[in-house]
């Protein structure tokens, strides 16, 4: 059973901690999914360092009495979680949407914080949506919720994926809560123009674990003092996908952070 923490707007967040007390992972899903997503990495972490997984609002366990499903809102999640669960001394690690929560959090967080994992959200850091493109790649949403969603996250995987692994999580984020769902999306593809920015202000170390395909603008990414590492064979769920593989690239990344630097 999960314990609770308590937003800044009075939400209920869900949460749970595995390992032993020193320095936190703390796991952050994406759009539509919860703290499941982890589940294959909770064990090989937990042996090393302290765990910690949560459900954002509107999601999973998590409450969604709030009108406010900014990118800023969910990082308030986060933070609420270290601040309840004793957190001093955190990697935040952040798939998809989440890439970009962690990055909210840590500018609410700033000295608790050490550095950032974000997992297959940013494959270059140069041009991003305009409001109006966001507005035009959400309208099928708004129109078709359920069969939209499928489509788009059948389309997240690599070939060789699994195909009831394909169809398990598709039907888990069509299922989602549709007006939280899209009030996400919008927000979270409207994000990524603050982005460059917020790197600056947080100035913290940063590996991106992506997918190996589609192409990734390494240039752009390491201006911006993102190591990215990649992973081949996979689609947009990695630690579903290969998970043995994706948890070496995590305690990789964490070890990397460790030592304050992300160019090795």
């Known amino acids: ?69 900014s990118m800023a809102a969910f990082g308030a999640d986060v933070s609420a979680v270290m601040s309840a669960a004793n957190l001093a001394d955190v990697i935040l690690v952040g798939h998809s949407m989440g890439a970009d929560v962690v990055l909210e959090t840590a500018r609410r967080a700033k000295g608790r914080v050490r550095g950032l ?25 708004r129109t078709s919720f359920a069969r939209t969603t499928r489509t788009f996250v059948q389309g997240m995987f690599s070939r060789t994926s699994d195909a009831d692994l394909i169809e398990r999580v598709a039907a888990h984020m069509a299922s ?49 003092g993102v190591h990215v590492m990649p992973m081949q064979g996979v689609g947009h769920f990695p630690m579903l ?7 070496a690239c995590l305690a990789r990344a964490v070890e990397l952070i460790c030592h304050g630097r992300n160019d090795a």
């Open 1 to 69: 059973m999960p314990a609770f923490a308590t937003s800044a707007d009075g939400v209920p967040i869900a949460y749970e901690v595995d390992g032993p007390e020193g320095l936190a992972v703390v796991l952050v899903h994406g759009w539509c999914c919860d703290r499941t997503l982890w589940d294959a990495q909770i064990v090989p972490l937990s042996s090393d360092v302290l765990v910690a997984r949560l459900d954002l609002a509107g999601h999973g366990q998590s409450g969604a009495s709030r009108t406010d499903w």
């Open 241 to 247: 996908e290969k998970p043995a593989e994706f948890n």
């Open 117 to 141: 994992v974000w997992v297959d959200q940013y494959n270059q850091l140069s041009t991003f949506m305009s409001e109006a493109r966001v507005q035009e790649r959400v309208a099928p949403f």
């Open 176 to 224: 989602a809560r549709e007006s939280i769902a899209l009030a996400a999306l919008e927000a979270t593809w409207n994000h990524g123009r603050a982005v460059p920015e917020l790197l600056a202000e947080v100035s913290l170390p940063i590996v991106s674990i992506n997918a190996g395909k589609p192409f990734i603008d390494m240039d752009s990414m390491n201006q911006h």
